[in-house]
């Protein structure tokens, strides 16, 4: 396996017509991934389904185990997409996520749900990826496991490529932890209201409070000297792709402050992909990095993973997808652990509810990509596709993509 999914580079986004696309595009796409689309499809509440772009209108009906592209509005769901919109959502550079999320989702029949279900589709023919469904995904082992320094990059690469998550115990000291926790009221005072580096949010007795400082490496030191140590860098490795950090000053680290009891602003986000915005397969799989600076459990804001939905196409947010055979699991950590997960691998903050949690986000992303890279990947993806298409159900070692 690998955890390299990039199958797009961006000179290479096609410009979309809208009549051409659903004429003749869309029809052949789906007819050529059929093998792709209906087992997880039929899985799905697929509502006849009108997308009206460019002052025409053109439906989706799911009959027969099969997608028929009728014109006009057909549809008991009904979504509004300009001309950008619909290029975007071809060339896999946003989501309905994210227009939900900037306010832009024009939907006068239906919910985000229907159109999840059909972005789905979409994403199957689109990119010649398999609609998840039940027993799809299977494990080479458990899935819930920590791991410390003394283990080897290989065993974690193991894990990390059939689950989508590490914890690793112990990689940091509590006195490390001590000295970073110091340095956040130092950092504080240099973020205002308004600032795109700052989140604020209100909490149940009516107090803003500072939640989220990027950049903090610029006020932090002893951060800076622990990220750049080997025993940290180290974590670059261990998917074997040459993942690297990013060096600007400045958009190295965000330090959170999870409070209790938060009403208003983002402290604690619901499950969703890192790629849940769109560019999945540009830019997937980044590993994002959380340092506990002071531990966490189920009544202090822990991280949660979805072990495998990085093998997984699902709904990427705002909650697990309906149905899902994939179950969750928490991930405890005491001051000094480091977890890790994909940024495929779905994923959520619980609200603390009795101790405020403090921790660290960076990451390491994967090393540019060209047409010859994207091709070869293409091609992979695809020989594992084939192969499990017919066969999955026979397959007891398969492990996804």
Request: hydrophobic share 35%; with cysteine; glycine share 6%.
């Amino acid at each position: 396996m690998s955890v390299d999914l990039r199958t797009r580079v961006d000179s290479e986004q096609a410009p979309v017509e809208a009549a051409t696309f659903f004429r003749e595009t869309l029809p052949a796409l789906f007819d050529a991934h059929q093998a792709l689309i209906a087992p997880g499809a039929s899985k799905l509440l697929l509502e006849d389904f009108c997308i009206e772009t460019e002052g025409e209108s053109f439906s989706l009906r799911w009959r027969d185990a099969r997608v028929e592209v009728l014109e006009g509005n057909r549809g008991s769901v009904h979504v509004r997409l300009t001309r950008e919109q619909l290029s975007d959502l071809a060339n896999d550079q946003s989501t309905p996520v994210a227009w939900m999320s900037t306010r832009t989702l024009d939907m006068p029949e239906g919910n985000l749900a229907d159109f999840l279900n059909w972005w789905l589709v979409l994403r199957a023919a689109l990119d010649e990826r398999r609609i998840h469904a039940p027993g799809d995904v299977r494990f080479a082992g458990e899935t819930r496991r920590s791991f410390t320094p003394e283990d080897s990059d290989e065993v974690m690469r193991a894990f990390l490529e059939d689950c989508g998550y590490l914890h690793i115990r112990g990689l940091f000291t509590e006195a490390e932890m001590a000295a970073v926790e110091a340095d956040f009221p130092v950092a504080a005072p240099h973020y205002e209201k308004g600032d795109p580096k700052a989140w604020f949010a209100t909490t149940k007795d009516d107090v803003e409070q500072l939640v989220r400082m990027e950049g903090f490496d610029l006020y932090s030191p002893t951060t800076v000297s622990l990220i750049d140590e080997a025993r940290f860098q180290r974590i670059a490795d261990i998917p074997g792709l040459g993942h690297e950090a990013v060096r600007k000053p400045g958009a190295r680290v965000g330090a959170l402050s999870k409070p209790i009891g938060v009403v208003k602003g983002i402290s604690d986000v619901p499950w969703h992909k890192d790629c849940s915005l769109g560019r999945h397969s540009y830019e997937c799989c980044s590993m994002t990095v959380g340092i506990s600076v002071t531990g966490a459990d189920d009544v202090s804001g822990q991280l949660r993973v979805v072990p495998g939905t990085h093998r997984a196409l699902v709904w990427p947010a705002p909650t697990i997808q309906p149905g899902l055979d994939l179950e969750p699991v928490d991930l405890p950590t005491q001051a000094g652990d480091v977890t890790v997960h994909l940024s495929c691998t779905q994923h959520m903050s619980q609200p603390p509810v009795s101790r405020t949690r403090k921790v660290l986000y960076t990451g390491f992303s994967q090393q540019p990509v060209d047409l010859e890279a994207a091709d070869r990947n293409r091609r992979r993806l695809h020989r594992v596709r084939a192969k499990t298409h017919t066969s999955i159900s026979q397959e007891p070692g398969y492990l996804g993509d």
